[in-house]
């Protein structure tokens, strides 16, 4: 299976940015799909994650209340909706998709497939 993330980019603090992750080669509704994160010199993080249906998702503490995650099993495609961005929240943001995980974990090894992740710059 191959994931495609897309819609990184700059934005200022406090500004929103959407992100997209394009499912491909397998069945999408299989999947627990995540989104974590990464930034410089940091260890990779869990920020949302959905289950197979979409109607249970988990959060961490820093997204909680800021961050949506959604998905669209037609379409293939996990979202990451991020609002009230501070500097922080600048990393590559990557989804992971696994077959096999009852529900959501924030462990990344735990995830079987990974995309190659998308740049989001929050300036002050």
């Known amino acids: 299976v191959q994931l495609q993330a897309s819609g990184g980019g700059l934005v200022q603090v406090g500004g929103s940015l959407g992100l997209s992750c394009k499912v491909s080669?397998?069945?999408?509704?299989?999947?627990?799909m995540a989104w974590f994160r990464q930034a410089p010199g940091k260890e990779r993080e869990f920020v949302a994650g959905?289950?197979?249906?979409?109607?249970?998702?988990d959060y961490a503490d820093s997204a909680k209340g800021r961050f949506t995650v959604s998905r669209d099993n037609n379409k293939s495609t996990v979202y990451l909706q991020m609002h009230s961005l501070w500097a922080e929240d600048t990393a590559v943001y990557y989804c992971?998709?696994?077959?096999?995980?009852?529900?959501?974990?924030?462990?990344?090894?735990?995830?079987?497939?990974w995309g190659k992740g998308t740049q989001v710059t929050v300036s002050s």
């Open positions: 992971a998709a696994d077959r096999f995980l009852r529900n959501t974990r924030a462990f990344s090894s735990e995830y079987g497939h």
């Open positions: 080669g397998g069945t999408f509704s299989n999947y627990v």
């Open positions: 959905i289950s197979r249906g979409g109607g249970s998702t």
